[in-house]
């Protein structure tokens, strides 16, 4: 089978949507399908690579890419391929159009707060106009995956048929047992944000509250962990509130130092303006710090148990209360570190690969499904 996406985990702009990509396809690989993945060249990558049973086929950029991945798809230079998975990350690849096997659509979110905040003007009224009208059309006949019933129920607002969107949710990694114990929560007041630094996480948001916070906790901190294009603007923004003291910017980190970063914090800040799911949610539940987040981002309503594992917002300055209120109330904090433990844990990749797989072989078969885990 073959998956196309924009980005794979190598790619500097790669994100939750990627790693949920890199489970599901070593989900896949462990039950014996052969997986190519395509995705976009980046600085650094060889063209054509096999990790872990999982070949990668990279080849253009964020615009080429998809016109050169309906040429090879077309030509059968990918190989003999019994499905495909097309990743719609706003733009999808229009593999219908060149292909007669069965196509799986993946949506983590529909975009349509995000094309004017990234694309202003008429490129982004067009986007949405592919994601909102085309794509719904395009792919009338194919099974749609997506990671939360709230997405499903946005793509069911564009005319996508309900019994054929199969909901499966992230997964998230166990804390290693053999490592000992968590690391210890920081002394002072602790918020972190993760997530790659683009507008629409809105990580002005979590400065501003911090800064905010500050009058009356003065030794609370942000920690902003991640990379993007947007890193320059968010440094200059925090240079301008003259809070340098008060924000860390680590840049990209490897997994053990973002689930360190994790553990010792007392709060995640999720000031997303739209999330699928929510990985960075679980990631920090499992290892026992609350999320702070936007309702209206959509799959928060999921991957957030509000008021059991962390608590959902709507205004800015509801996000800076709740956020004051884990910093200064310890035993509220602890209740909902305890909630977001045991919400986290209930959900697993292995469980997340099993659906996937499920939801393939009917396709395979020619069904369309609407399961959810």
Known sequence: MAIFSWRDTGNPEAGGAEHYLSRVAAGLVERGARVTVFTAGYAGAPRDEQVDGVRFVRRGNKLSIYLIGCLL?????????????DVQNGLPFFTPLVTRRPVIVLVHHVHREQWPVVYRGLVGRVGWWVESR????????????????????????????????????????????????????????????????VPHKRVELA?????????????????????????????????????????????????????????????????????????????????????????????TTESVDHDNSGLLVDSRDDFVAALGTLLTDEVRRKELSEGARWHARRHSWEQSQLNFAAVLAAALRGERVSAED
């Open 73 to 85: 798809l077309l030509t059968g230079r990918l190989g003999r391929i019994d499905a495909v998975v």
């Open 134 to 197: 085309l794509s719904p059309r395009l792919y009338r006949r194919a099974q749609y995956v997506t990671v939360s019933r709230a997405t499903r129920d946005e793509l069911t607002d564009l005319g996508v048929d309900r019994a054929r969107i199969a909901v499966v949710h992230n997964g998230v990694e166990p804390w290693p047992t053999s490592t000992g114990e968590l690391p210890a929560k920081t002394e002072h007041p602790s918020i972190c944000v993760v997530g790659r630094l």
């Open 207 to 299: 400065i501003e509250a911090t800064v905010a916070l500050r009058r009356h906790l003065p030794d609370a901190r942000l920690t902003v962990v991640g990379s993007g294009w947007w890193h320059d603007e968010l440094a200059a923004y925090v240079a301008g509130l003259g809070a340098e003291d008060a924000v860390e910017f680590t840049g990209f980190v490897d997994e053990e130092t973002k689930r360190r970063i994790y553990a010792e914090s007392w709060v995640l800040a999720l000031p997303s303006l739209k999330e699928g799911w929510g990985l960075v949610v679980t990631e920090a539940g499992v290892l026992g710090t609350p999320t702070v987040a936007f309702r209206s981002a959509g799959g």
